[in-house]
T-cell receptor
Framework: KNEVEQSPQNLTAQEGEFITINCSYSVGISALHWLQQHPGGGIVSLFMLSSGKKKHGRLIATINIQEKHSSLHITASHPRDSAVYIC????????????FGKGTKLTVNP | GAGVSQSPSNKVTEKGKDVELRCDPISGHTALYWYRQSLGQGLEFLIYFQGNSAPDKSGLPSDRFSAERTGGSVSTLTIQRTQQEDSAVYLC????????????FGQGTRLTVV
């Protein structure tokens, strides 16, 4: 069964702090997506990773294929980063559908 | 438009009525997915289209749910005889290809069955 586990479930930080959200996945996942969902808003794709590391502004995503683990880092966090961050694994073969983690609710206080 | 468009954005319906939810994917995206986000359940897969065919319908929760896609573009998700447990946000996503490409999500349709 394809599974994705992410942690922590909730995270509160002060503005400026470095933030890490972790994601572990099972066999049968070919790529990892990091998604962002603001309250009442839609889902925005942040990264799609199948190897290595990607960076976009203050966001960095890494993946370790051997350990089946990915992390999302936010440097110099800001209150506007407050959102739910969702890790999703793309299943290998077939429809390549996404299997989602339960999300991490991040609150960055000023 | 430039993104994935879903309509309506909100739908309140009475139990037992049928509803249709529409997804207009990004032009040229051959892969289209429907997902559902329920309170306490997280996001779950419903159905996948490649062009007009649906090779993976494994996530549809019951035979009250059906979907079609025409012209390799617009997709409609139909729920017949709605039940209260169908209340959720229904999300559509499209991507350029099936394998290892970024997924673009619509804003979703919030369905409330009363």
């Amino acid at each position: 069964k394809n599974e994705v586990e992410q942690s922590p479930q909730n995270l509160t930080a002060q503005e400026g702090e470095f933030i890490t959200i972790n994601c572990s996945y099972s066999v049968g996942i070919s790529a990892l997506h990091w998604l962002q969902q603001h309250p009442g808003g839609g889902i925005v794709s942040l990264f799609m990773l199948s190897s290595g590391k990607k960076k976009h502004g203050r966001l960095i995503a890494t993946i370790n294929i051997q350990e089946k683990h990915s992390s999302l880092h936010i440097t110099a966090s800001h209150p506007r980063d407050s959102a739910v961050y969702i890790c999703a694994g793309q299943t290998q073969g077939g429809s390549e559908k996404l299997v989602f983690g339960k999300g991490t609710k991040l609150t960055v206080n000023p | 438009g430039a993104g994935v468009s879903q309509s309506p954005s909100n739908k309140v319906t009475e139990k037992g009525k049928d509803v249709e939810l529409r997804c207009d994917p990004i032009s040229g995206h051959t892969a289209l997915y429907w997902y559902r986000q329920s309170l306490g359940q997280g996001l779950e897969f419903l159905i996948y289209f490649q062009g007009n065919s649906a090779p993976d319908k494994s996530g549809l929760p019951s035979d009250r749910f059906s979907a079609e896609r025409t012209g390799g573009s617009v997709s409609t998700l139909t729920i017949q005889r709605t039940q209260q447990e169908d209340s959720a946000v229904y999300l559509c996503a499209s991507s350029l290809a099936r394998v290892n490409t970024e997924a673009f999500f619509g804003q979703g349709t919030r369905l409330t069955v009363v």
